[in-house]
């Protein structure tokens, strides 16, 4: 099983392993091909380490370790549209795609990362667990590009949008981030494609001369 925020190999750096001394690297610690053992008192404290509690689940990640080919999720309906599990799992994939760190500012709390969609899950039924139809951004960013305020061009550079002027707060913010090139990951980097119709379709309006 895989936590919803999984640990990754950098919030391990201080962490005292009562089973044995990592030592100055992770070479030799595990046997050859990972982890053979550990004590009860090591596990109980990555638990803790990973934020789990009785209102936090855990997620199969059987499909998490090979690409799905399958991307698409049908609308469920109870009195409102609900997202549920496969929401969860594009999250929880683009943001392991992402290294947990906001591909943008670079921010790495995990409190203010979002899986933002390129094409919305209401655009575009067939796409909405596609990885590479995603991009880790912190939640201040996820919004001005949910709402058009930012987009991407076709080199991944940043491209703000003249109505962000409207608000000097929101401008003075953004503007840094002008022509800067996203952190492009190995795998599921972002589909041109989904970036287009991002462009078309939600940005607000013709990059501004800075």
């Known amino acids: 099983m895989r936590f919803i925020d999984p640990i990754l190999q950098s919030d391990l750096e201080d962490f005292q392993w009562a089973f044995k001394p990592r030592g100055n690297t992770w070479a030799h610690f595990f046997q050859q091909y990972g982890m053979n053992e550990i004590t009860a008192d090591d596990f109980w404290r990555l638990l803790k380490l990973a934020g789990r509690g009785e209102k936090q689940d855990t997620l199969l990640d059987t499909h998490l370790r090979q690409e799905i080919l399958d991307h698409s999720v049908e609308d469920?309906?109870?009195?409102?549209?609900?997202?549920?599990?496969?929401?969860q799992k594009?999250?929880?994939?683009?943001?392991?795609?992402?290294?947990?760190?906001?591909a943008i500012s670079g921010i790495k709390a995990k409190a203010f990362l979002v899986a933002s969609?390129?094409?919305?899950?209401?655009?575009?039924?067939?796409h909405r667990?596609?990885?590479?139809?995603?991009?880790?951004?912190s939640s201040l960013l996820d919004q001005a590009f949910d709402q058009g305020f930012i987009t991407l061009d076709e080199g991944l550079k940043v491209c703000i949008a003249n109505q962000a002027k409207q608000d000097a707060s929101l401008y003075a913010y953004l503007k840094p981030y002008h022509g800067k090139r996203i952190d492009v990951p190995k795998r599921f980097a972002p589909d041109p494609v989904f970036l287009a119709?991002?462009?078309?379709?939600?940005?607000l309006d013709q990059p501004n001369d800075l």
């Open 76 to 87: 469920q309906y109870a009195r409102v549209k609900v997202r549920g599990s496969p929401h």
């Open 129 to 137: 667990k596609n990885p590479r139809n995603g991009i880790c951004l």
């Open 197 to 203: 119709w991002h462009r078309a379709h939600r940005f």
């Open 90 to 102: 594009f999250a929880l994939q683009v943001k392991l795609n992402y290294q947990y760190q906001c």
């Open 117 to 126: 969609h390129i094409v919305p899950w209401s655009e575009n039924q067939a």
